[in-house]
């Protein structure tokens, strides 16, 4: 994604595009990893040291608010972050913790009721298990 396409998914969205906010959204854009908010602060700081943690992670807040960037959740782990504009789900390894990217397919709804009065707004299938590097045999204990 280059400048200006960074540049009008933060203004269709309503967010001003800061130089904090613009250098978040593009570090994002450019890595495949699932970056934790740490990582991102630390990025971004490396081009510009201007960039407090407070401003990075309340950019990282409105980001996933205004639906630009998804917050990958992990149990007693540091959340990972993700700008992928495409729909897909995600693995996570119960051993180092390595968040990847698994392909979209559609989930079959909720039965009509089955929710209550609760809105389905999204939903999404997140993967546990041994990643290809962790899982007997894999590509580490090769070496």
Same mark, same amino acid.
Do not use: T
């Given at each position: 994604m280059d400048a *200006?396409?960074?540049k009008r998914s933060l203004e269709d969205t309503g967010l001003r595009c800061t130089p904090q906010r613009y250098a978040v959204m593009a570090f994002l854009m450019e890595t495949d990893?699932?970056?934790t908010s740490a990582e991102i602060f630390e990025a971004v700081n490396r081009v510009d040291p201007r960039s407090s943690r407070a401003t990075t992670y309340n950019n990282l807040r409105d980001l996933v608010q205004a639906g630009l960037v998804r917050e990958v959740a992990i149990e007693g782990r540091a959340a990972r972050f993700d700008a992928k504009g495409m729909r897909h789900h995600?693995?996570?390894c119960d051993r180092c913790g390595n968040v990847e990217d698994i392909d979209w397919y559609d989930l079959? /709804?909720?039965a009509p009721g089955s929710l209550d009065k609760r809105i389905l707004? *999204? /939903?999404e299938v997140i993967f546990r298990g041994l990643c290809a590097k962790?899982?007997?045999g894999?590509?580490?204990r090769q070496a």
């Open positions: *200006e396409a960074i990893q699932h970056p995600h693995f996570i079959p /709804s909720p707004r *999204e /939903s962790c899982a007997p894999g590509a580490s």
